[in-house]
């Protein structure tokens, strides 16, 4: 089993700022995503290419995970962006508008044709109406592809629905990609939140992705970064209540029904609590 790597926050920088690609390498995120899609210009996206593949091959990023964000299927940059991602070996190779399990298999078999290094994984972004009702057959086309991403903008356009604090609108899609992702054992992070200048929406929504299994979310300000960190991690008091469940857990075994804090434990909440543990373990591992 692979090492786990958190991706609580998993920051957008549009790879023709320099300056932001620069700014990067001093962030808290938990991964960067070289963008060279909606964030770059037609007339940028040739030298945005170029330094989004010298950023990933700089070796000064340090710990966080590396992704680039091509251009879509069928758009006039994607092959080239494909060999030149493929080039440069970021740890993932994130696509848009994947709709449907034969586009992932050519998305791979592409990555493979531009010899890219078997640690470059594959994501696709998951937003639109298709690609909701595709999710289980995306998530499971290809052992290569390990992650889900949401673009919630893109899907309350194609829904002409409307942004809402509790995102009613999208809950379905939401939840039917979170489904596949689960059922797929793959990451599925969460979309972005517009309003970079309120904090409480921003968090409230962290909030909601958590409580409904994101491994994290996708942001669009280095303001963002902390608050999602501290979202996606367990609080101090769910690691305490981890470590208390596990120790009556194994306390109790032989003991017929075992509880903790006057509630019943079963194997299930272990589970869980194991896994918070881990989290916050490895949270713990990057100093962060």
């Not at 517009?194 to 921003?202: A, C, L, Q």
């Not at 409230?204 to 996606?232: S, W, Y």
């Not at 008091?237 to 075992?258: M, T």
Request: proline share 4%; net charge negative.
């Amino acid at each position: 089993m692979s090492e786990f790597k958190p991706l609580r926050s998993v920051l957008y920088m549009p790879s023709a700022n320099e300056r932001a690609l620069e700014k990067a390498k001093t962030l808290p995120a938990d991964a960067i995503i070289f963008d060279l899609e909606d964030s770059v210009a037609p007339d940028a996206k040739v030298g945005a290419r170029q330094s989004a593949a010298a950023a990933v091959q700089s070796g000064e990023y340090g710990r966080r995970q590396l992704i680039i964000r091509v251009n879509g299927i069928g758009t006039e940059w994607h092959d080239d962006d494909i060999v030149a991602a493929a080039a440069a070996g970021p740890d993932v190779v994130l696509v848009p508008k994947v709709n449907s399990a034969e586009e992932v298999r050519a998305l791979v078999d592409a990555l493979g044709a531009a010899g890219a290094p078997e640690k470059t994984k594959l994501w696709a972004m998951v937003e639109t109406p298709i690609g909701m009702l595709n999710a289980l057959w995306i998530a499971t086309a290809s052992e290569r592809l390990t992650g889900f991403v949401m673009g919630t903008n893109d899907l309350v356009k194609e829904l002409y629905a409307e942004h809402v604090p509790g995102r009613q609108p999208v809950i379905t899609g939401l939840g039917l990609a979170l489904l596949a992702a689960r059922a797929a054992g793959i990451v599925i992070i969460d979309g972005v939140y517009n309003d970079v200048k309120n904090i409480d929406g921003f968090l409230a929504e962290c909030e909601q992705g958590r409580q409904m299994g994101f491994d994290g979310k996708t942001l669009i300000h280095p303001g963002q970064v902390e608050g999602a960190n501290t979202a996606f991690a367990p609080s101090e008091q769910a690691v305490e209540d981890a470590r208390g469940l596990i120790q009556a857990w194994e306390d109790g075994k032989g003991a017929g029904v075992v509880t903790y804090n006057g509630k019943m434990v079963e194997s299930l909440h272990v589970e869980s609590a194991e896994r918070a543990l881990s989290i916050h373990e490895a949270i713990q591992a990057l100093g962060a």
